[in-house]
């Protein structure tokens, strides 16, 4: 089963281009690059400074434009004749830079000595996601086979899964995949504020709210001013995530802890100051 593309519009299954192998690296190189720095998966990074990606990534609100709505894409895969079809929706949370995030945290680590006590340690950071895609199968037996490791497993064994994979691969009208679908949620996401104007400030708008007791938790939050007014950040920016992990992720790495899941702390003492780290994170 290989990939395919539409190039020209809407086209017919068995009229649309292979897209090769490199393609599909260049492809999946760019999508985990883009999640890593927070990047919708929709959009091409661009080639600017981290505050102007930011920019770019919180106001990107509408998709690049697909040849067929998403309703046209499921029509297509019901008219379909294939045996063995597979349609592919596809999870994705962004909004967060990883790379960034994952320095800080690192930085935070070496700062409680972890790598002067253990010379061949190392430290591995990663932000796992689970659930991130949703699967439309065939109604047959031989896609439970494609679906399930333990049936894939048994007739692995007695040497029938390798001609049926390599049925579905090349045989014309075996298989088909379809993915071309995704929805994205935002950890955080920029929002021109209500009764801005052109030209406001941030001190100018933090008067004011601080008079309307109705708004004091939008007076908490995050705001920034651009030249069509100022902008205000709903949800958990980096900087914020770090400040209130501090001092559990520090403590953790300075007693060796072991656990599946990390308590949050909330103790004063032993406190180190986290705002040159978390700095860096504040003009994400």
Same mark, same amino acid.
């Not at 597979?86 to 790598?115: C, M, P």
């Not at 002067?116 to 340690?121: K, L, T």
């Not at 090349?170 to 996401?189: H, M, T």
């Not at 920029?190 to 004091?216: H, I, N, Y």
């Given at each position: ?66 040849? /067929? ?12 004749? /294939? ?159 770090? /400040? ?5 992720? /520090? ?34």
């Amino acid at each position: 089963m290989r990939m395919s593309a539409e190039e020209n519009g809407p086209t017919n299954i068995e009229r649309r281009r292979f897209v090769s192998g490199d393609e599909q690296d260049a492809q999946e190189a760019w999508l985990d690059d883009s999640e890593r720095r927070g990047v919708p998966p929709w959009t091409i990074p661009p080639s600017k400074s981290h505050n102007q990606e930011e920019k770019n990534v919180e106001r990107t609100t509408k998709p690049l434009a697909s040849s /067929r709505s998403f309703e046209d894409w499921l029509v297509d895969y019901c008219r379909s004749k /294939r045996v063995i079809k597979d349609f592919k929706l596809s999870k994705v949370i962004y909004g967060w830079n990883q790379n960034a995030l994952t320095q800080s945290i690192e930085e935070l680590i070496r700062s409680t000595g972890y790598y002067v006590s253990h010379s061949h340690a190392s430290v591995h950071i990663k932000f796992h996601s689970s659930s991130t895609c949703v699967h439309v199968r065939s109604p047959n037996f031989v896609s439970k086979i494609f679906s399930s490791w333990v049936l894939m497993t048994l007739f692995s064994l007695i040497l029938v899964f390798p001609f049926l994979w390599l049925w579905r691969r090349y045989w014309p009208g075996a298989g088909g995949k379809w993915s071309v679908a995704g929805v994205g949620f935002p950890v955080k996401r920029w929002e021109l504020l209500k009764g801005t104007f052109p030209g406001d400030t941030v001190e100018a708008v933090k008067a004011r709210l601080a008079s309307m007791p109705v708004k004091q938790k939008e007076e908490e939050k995050r705001l920034k001013a651009e030249p069509d007014g100022v902008w205000i950040l709903q949800g958990t920016h980096e900087g914020d995530w770090f /400040r209130a992990w501090e001092l559990s992720i /520090r403590l953790a790495a300075r007693d060796r802890q072991r656990v599946k899941w990390l308590s949050r702390q909330t103790l004063d003492h032993e406190r180190i100051d986290a705002n040159i780290l978390a700095g860096e994170l504040d003009r994400l």
